[in-house]
């Protein structure tokens, strides 16, 4: 493990030196490139304080570029200040997450350093000569301030036209300086209203001399104003109307509130203790590695069908031993906010978001690299090669070809199609708002695909009930069908009666019987007529929609006792 941590160390260390290579080629690019223009003398005061501090937060190399100073110049002049400088391994400390600590600022009766350097005239600063760090240390005088925003609502009204044409005539950090937020919020805002923002190296190319090109302004993606909170702290930088964000399902205040919250997350370096659930994860990974040692540098072979054996603490197969506490402090930082947003977090490391649970992975990746035999496989080996003299038969011992060594990056999926991971410009740490993102579009995919079954349920019930609807409207119609044609039968013999009764009248006599028996004859045609339904003395009321088996008057038979 010390090989692995100094590789490590190593790697960050090149990568230091090659941006301070990179940042000393880029000042002597904007130098020579120009041609042709009297070199003038250039000075800017700082004070000693505010640039010790701003040095020991984005570095000497950042400083240099904010302020137009080349950085061997800002350097020696640091030096003859006595202010102390960070080192390689600081800067490789605090990006793997480590606690540091910046060199206390010795006393010194310099309160002020000057820097001296000459530049072309075309470089010259259109302002003041001597820019001072008193009052601010973000203003050089280099772009003159855009005019002041206009608001709605006590909040900054965001015009794409009018953002387009700031950023490609002031750099990003003058048009945050007028809407008084962060230059992310600007490229946010650029985002949202998809506008292009020059690309790097732009204003040095510009300063230069150099032909630079503008590129247009694209159709827009539907949104022309959005509103955000302006903020003097830009460290604390709050946008609730950033559109397209994935959010469309939560309503306007919880939007609000996530939006908030992604904005607001960061790592905190208060020095408090860890989650409860981390702290207790914590211990059970400890417990679990005194029981079950590893190989960390063999290869990730679990099948995926298989399920941890029993008891094995979330991480153990996904993480080393050495990034892990980087890997709590981003996980403490998600778990706080998610809490704080009404949210809880499961003791398998598992998040409730509105009601549903998230499930994720954290994962490091890890670098493949030829196997190199430990003493005890040396050991093994020599003893294999010992026998093999002696016997006939002897064992050949087998070792993997490969070794697999933790690389300390991250990667982070909280949705199947989507994944965060760290890169050489930027950690995890710094994309924490774009993972709360995704984990709370991640609770909507959980809903949807929890109440699927559900609908589909819905879905089969209210189709059974429409077939037994059809069942039962079916069987009234049959029924309905068949009382009319019961009751049309009976109409029929009613007319067939009195067709038989109308012949029996047309006699020329008849006698008293006969006409006695037309009474009783028309009587029983207006019985069986479903139109009169008449009742009749001897078998009363007659069903016309039944049968005729069922409605036909039957003779009652003998009983015997």
Same mark, same amino acid.
């Given at each position: 493990?010390?090989?692995?941590?100094?590789?490590?160390?190593?790697?960050?260390?090149?990568?230091? #030196?090659?941006?301070?290579?990179?940042?000393?080629?880029?000042?002597?690019?904007?130098?020579?490139?120009?041609?042709?223009?009297?070199?003038?003398?250039?000075?800017?005061?700082?004070?000693?304080?505010?640039?010790?501090?701003?040095?020991? #937060?984005?570095?000497?190399?950042?400083?240099?570029?904010?302020?137009?100073?080349?950085?061997?110049?800002?350097?020696?002049?640091?030096?003859?200040?006595?202010?102390?400088?960070?080192?390689?391994?600081?800067?490789?400390?605090?990006?793997?997450?480590?606690?540091?600590?910046?060199?206390?600022?010795?006393?010194?009766?310099?309160?002020?350093?000057?820097?001296?350097?000459?530049?072309?005239?075309?470089?010259?600063?259109?302002?003041?000569?001597?820019?001072?760090?008193?009052?601010?240390?973000?203003?050089?005088?280099?772009? #003159?301030?855009?005019?002041?925003?206009?608001?709605?609502?006590?909040?900054?009204?965001?015009?794409?036209?009018?953002?387009?044409?700031?950023?490609?005539?002031?750099?990003?950090?003058?048009?945050?300086?007028?809407?008084?937020?962060?230059?992310?919020?600007?490229?946010?805002?650029?985002?949202?209203?998809?506008?292009?923002?020059?690309?790097?190296?732009?204003?040095?190319?510009?300063?230069?001399?150099?032909?630079? #090109?503008?590129?247009?302004?694209?159709?827009?993606?539907?949104?022309?104003?959005?509103?955000?909170?302006?903020?003097?702290?830009?460290?604390?930088?709050?946008?609730?109307?950033?559109?397209?964000?994935?959010?469309?399902?939560?309503?306007?205040?919880?939007?609000?509130?996530?939006?908030?919250?992604?904005?607001?997350?960061?790592?905190?370096?208060?020095?408090?203790?860890?989650?409860?659930?981390?702290?207790?994860?914590?211990?059970?990974?400890?417990?679990?590695?005194?029981?079950?040692?590893?190989?960390?540098?063999?290869?990730?072979?679990?099948?995926?069908?298989?399920?941890?054996?029993?008891?094995?603490?979330?991480?153990?197969?996904?993480?080393?031993?050495?990034?892990?506490?980087?890997?709590?402090?981003?996980?403490?930082?998600?778990?706080?906010?998610?809490?704080?947003? !009404?949210?809880?977090?499961?003791?398998?490391?598992?998040?409730?978001?509105?009601?549903?649970?998230?499930?994720?992975?954290?994962?490091? !990746?890890?670098?493949?690299?030829?196997?190199?035999?430990?003493?005890?496989?040396?050991?093994?080996?020599?003893?294999?090669?010992?026998?093999?003299?002696?016997?006939?038969?002897?064992?050949?011992?087998?070792?993997?070809?490969?070794?697999?060594?933790?690389?300390?990056?991250?990667?982070?999926?909280?949705?199947?199609?989507?994944?965060?991971?760290?890169?050489?410009?930027?950690?995890?740490?710094?994309?924490?708002?774009?993972?709360?993102?995704?984990?709370?579009?991640?609770?909507?995919?959980?809903?949807?695909?929890?109440?699927?079954?559900?609908?589909?349920?819905?879905?089969?019930?209210?189709?059974?009930?429409?077939?037994?609807?059809?069942?039962?409207?079916?069987?009234?119609?049959?029924?309905?069908?068949?009382?009319?044609?019961?009751?049309?039968?009976?109409?029929?013999?009613?007319?067939?009666?009195?067709?038989?009764?109308?012949?029996?009248?047309?006699?020329?006599?008849?006698?008293?019987?006969?006409?006695?028996?037309?009474?009783?004859?028309?009587?029983?045609?207006?019985?069986?007529?479903?139109?009169?339904?008449?009742?009749?003395?001897?078998?009363?009321?007659?069903?016309?929609?039944?049968?005729?088996?069922?409605?036909?008057?039957?003779?009652?038979?003998?009983?015997?006792?």
């Amino acid at each position: 493990m010390k090989e692995v941590k100094a590789v490590k160390e190593h790697q960050q260390q090149l990568i230091f #030196e090659a941006t301070e290579r990179l940042t000393r080629y880029q000042e002597l690019l904007n130098t020579y490139t120009a041609g042709g223009d009297e070199m003038i003398e250039k000075q800017i005061t700082f004070h000693r304080a505010k640039l010790y501090q701003e040095i020991w #937060e984005i570095s000497l190399s950042k400083v240099a570029a904010k302020y137009q100073v080349p950085s061997n110049k800002l350097k020696e002049a640091c030096e003859k200040a006595d202010i102390p400088l960070p080192t390689n391994k600081y800067w490789g400390d605090l990006s793997v997450g480590k606690s540091v600590s910046p060199t206390p600022l010795p006393v010194s009766s310099i309160d002020e350093l000057t820097v001296v350097f000459k530049v072309r005239e075309k470089e010259r600063l259109p302002q003041a000569e001597k820019v001072s760090t008193k009052e601010s240390t973000s203003d050089t005088h280099v772009q #003159e301030t855009p005019s002041p925003p206009k608001q709605r609502d006590g909040k900054n009204l965001y015009e794409r036209e009018v953002l387009y044409k700031e950023v490609w005539e002031h750099p990003v950090t003058k048009v945050a300086e007028k809407y008084g937020v962060s230059d992310v919020m600007i490229h946010k805002a650029c985002k949202a209203l998809n506008v292009p923002v020059p690309p790097r190296g732009y204003w040095a190319k510009k300063q230069a001399g150099q032909a630079v #090109e503008t590129a247009p302004l694209p159709e827009s993606n539907g949104k022309t104003v959005i509103l955000g909170i302006k903020n003097t702290d830009t460290q604390n930088v709050q946008d609730l109307s950033v559109p397209d964000d994935g959010l469309s399902f939560l309503d306007e205040v919880e939007r609000a509130s996530v939006i908030a919250a992604s904005w607001n997350l960061h790592i905190s370096n208060d020095g408090h203790k860890l989650h409860p659930v981390l702290l207790k994860h914590k211990a059970s990974f400890i417990a679990w590695k005194k029981q079950h040692p590893r190989d960390e540098f063999a290869p990730r072979n679990r099948d995926s069908y298989r399920r941890p054996p029993e008891g094995e603490p979330p991480l153990w197969d996904n993480v080393s031993e050495d990034i892990l506490s980087r890997v709590y402090l981003i996980l403490d930082a998600l778990f706080r906010t998610v809490e704080a947003l !009404g949210g809880s977090v499961n003791q398998n490391l598992s998040l409730q978001i509105r009601g549903e649970n998230v499930f994720y992975s954290i994962t490091e !990746g890890k670098t493949k690299t030829a196997h190199v035999l430990t003493k005890d496989e040396q050991k093994q080996w020599e003893k294999y090669e010992k026998e093999k003299r002696l016997y006939r038969y002897a064992y050949e011992p087998k070792f993997r070809k490969y070794d697999y060594i933790p690389s300390g990056k991250l990667t982070f999926a909280a949705r199947r199609d989507s994944y965060l991971r760290d890169t050489d410009h930027i950690g995890l740490e710094g994309r924490l708002g774009e993972i709360l993102l995704d984990l709370y579009i991640e609770s909507e995919n959980v809903r949807i695909e929890r109440e699927k079954p559900e609908a589909a349920q819905r879905k089969a019930e209210e189709e059974k009930r429409q077939k037994e609807l059809h069942r039962q409207r079916w069987d009234a119609e049959i029924d309905k069908l068949q009382a009319l044609e019961n009751e049309a039968a009976d109409y029929e013999r009613a007319c067939k009666i009195r067709a038989y009764v109308t012949a029996i009248n047309a006699k020329p006599e008849l006698t008293e019987d006969e006409k006695s028996w037309i009474l009783w004859a028309n009587a029983k045609a207006n019985w069986l007529d479903p139109t009169i339904a008449a009742n009749d003395p001897i078998f009363g009321s007659r069903n016309h929609s039944k049968n005729e088996d069922s409605k036909a008057p039957k003779k009652s038979g003998y009983h015997w006792w």
